[in-house]
């Protein structure tokens, strides 16, 4: 067969056309199959409930939406006039790869987890490093499979210092600066899990067939975690804290026995203020592995909670994600993933945790999953027969910025940081602790930053209205509006400039009428555009993820 040029040329195009098809899933897994079956199974129930779909979000509401999901900032207006007038039909799959490329959605993940997962009190705030929040950041970015970097996390050991995980365990020190196995365990399931356990703590659930000894069984795998280090004077005085499993069961879980307790054998838990009722190291609503004698239960509970044929983790994992991406998990709330939970798509949360199992727990694939989906993709705007759905996602949620969400989209348009120091590229030092970052994350603090399925239509109060109204780093506007003065003179043009810039979308002609008037009534031009800046920025549709 004679290869002519013709032929070589064309496959040579369909060479290029698999490349592109293929190079978003390094795993060898197509997201496109199963961003169908999410349709498909999204569509289905609608139908059955007779409610229509909103039509597909345009470039510029995707590009927004997709860029704050991912990384945690709106887009730069530079990259939405690109975006814009890309003609490319890949080129929202394309811009779903370039996101997960970037570092910053290490670091948006990586800060959402850290502060969801270490709360400072006045037993563990001197024992809590930013290191871990940079530990995590590292593990998304490198996209390590979410199976193992639970399992480093549950498993940690050491010093603080040579190994940021342990600041999981120092972060749930009691009074006495010794992790406490129920505070961990509460954490443990709620977050890797999606079980809010501590329900069982003191008594049985009381909506549930879970029962007090299931938390205590859990408890039991941690109750020979120790801590060196952690005193005051210690840390003071320079000692990094540092985790340790020695093989000894402590037997107690809140700082210390009752009266009558005695110590518990090994493998096993005294439960508090019970006259010494012990339980065995077990398996939620499973089976007691034998621990007895093991230097360290740890692995052995991590290898179970981590394992593709755990009844929780996979699932778990989608369903937070998914309430990340959507404002609302499959199973809601996002903690409460009991046996008898029921999901509004059965199907399709076990076809997501199949798949994300079937991946390697790959947090990367299970993203482009869901976002290169329409049921993603769909307009925020409801229809008139569509608008009372809050559950079947006929139409993409209404989603109020997180603090750091908020933080670092300020950053962008205002081009300075929104709260003290102007050095943007100075990362680390804005998360510190007590730095500038934190004071702002702490004050617009929102229920949304600890629940990715928390809802609400505006959860700024007064205060923080002020603060966004009438803080002089959140109104000091001039530069940017200087910048694009120079760079251009016609109002229609400048308008259009700070829409990208604030709202990541052009002007409609009212809007860019009624703007252009209102420059042309003041007699100081510059005036009136840091006027319209501040109009956008204290806007509604600028506060929120739609």
């Avoid at 040329?9 to 098809?21: N, R």
Wanted: net charge neutral; glycine share 6%.
């Amino acid at each position: 067969m004679r290869i002519t040029a013709k032929l070589l040329l064309s496959l040579l195009t369909m060479f290029i056309i698999w490349t592109v098809a293929t190079e978003a899933a390094p795993n060898g897994r197509d997201p496109l199959r199963l961003a169908g079956d999410i349709d498909k199974f999204i569509n289905q129930r609608l139908a059955e409930a007779k409610i229509p779909a909103s039509s597909l979000a345009d470039d510029a509401e995707f590009i927004r939406r997709a860029t704050l999901d991912i990384i945690g900032q709106i887009p730069t207006a530079d990259r939405v006039v690109a975006f814009l007038k890309d003609a490319d039909p890949e080129k929202r799959r394309k811009l779903i790869d370039e996101l997960l490329a970037d570092s910053d959605y290490g670091e948006h993940f990586g800060s959402i987890w850290f502060h969801q997962m270490i709360k400072r009190d006045s037993d563990n705030r001197l024992l809590i490093a930013p290191n871990f929040e940079t530990w995590l950041a590292e593990r998304f970015n490198k996209n390590a499979s979410w199976n193992k970097t639970v399992s480093e996390i549950l498993t940690a050991e050491g010093s603080r210092d040579k190994n940021p995980a342990t600041v999981f365990w120092l972060a749930h020190v009691g009074a006495d600066r010794e992790p406490e196995p129920n505070r961990v365990t509460a954490t443990a399931m709620k977050f890797f899990l999606g079980i809010r356990l501590e329900c069982c703590e003191c008594h049985n659930h009381p909506f549930s067939t879970m029962k007090q000894t299931d938390f205590w069984g859990v408890a039991a795998f941690f109750g020979q975690v120790d801590a060196e280090g952690t005193r005051n004077m210690q840390v003071k005085a320079g000692a990094a804290p540092s985790i340790i499993e020695n093989g000894v069961i402590k037997g107690k879980a809140k700082g210390k026995l009752a009266k009558n307790d005695r110590p518990a054998p090994s493998g096993a838990i005294v439960i508090p203020d019970t006259n010494g009722k012990t339980v065995k190291a077990k398996y939620l609503l499973g089976s007691e592995p034998p621990v007895a004698g093991k230097a360290q239960l740890r692995p052995t509970f991590a290898a179970w909670a981590t394992s593709p044929t755990n009844p929780f983790f996979a699932k778990a994992a989608v369903n937070r994600w998914w309430a990340h991406f959507f404002g609302r998990g499959l199973v809601s709330p996002i903690d409460d993933m009991r046996p008898d939970a029921k999901p509004t798509h059965p199907q399709l949360l076990d076809a997501l945790a199949k798949e994300f199992t079937d991946s390697g727990f790959d947090l990367k694939h299970l993203i482009r999953c869901i976002c290169n989906s329409q049921t993603y993709q769909r307009s925020s705007l409801p229809r008139a027969d569509n608008k009372k759905d809050e559950e079947l996602y006929s139409h993409a949620a209404m989603r109020m910025m997180t603090a750091d969400m908020l933080y670092e989209s300020l950053e962008v348009a205002l081009n300075h940081s929104p709260a003290g120091a102007k050095n943007a590229a100075a990362k680390n030092a804005k998360r510190m602790a007590g730095g500038p970052r934190e004071q702002f994350r702490q004050f617009f603090h929102t229920e949304a930053d600890d629940d990715a399925s928390a809802m609400a239509d505006y959860a700024h109060g007064i205060p923080q209205v002020l603060r966004l109204m009438n803080s002089a780093q959140m109104n000091d506007t001039t530069a940017v509006v200087g910048k694009l003065m120079k760079a251009e003179s016609a109002p229609e043009k400048l308008v259009e400039a700070l829409y990208l810039r604030i709202l990541s979308r052009l002007p409609t002609p009212s809007e860019t009428k009624r703007m252009t008037a209102y420059v042309k009534s003041e007699k100081d031009a510059a005036r009136g555009y840091n006027d319209i800046m501040w109009v956008l920025l204290n806007s509604s549709e600028f506060m929120f993820n739609h």
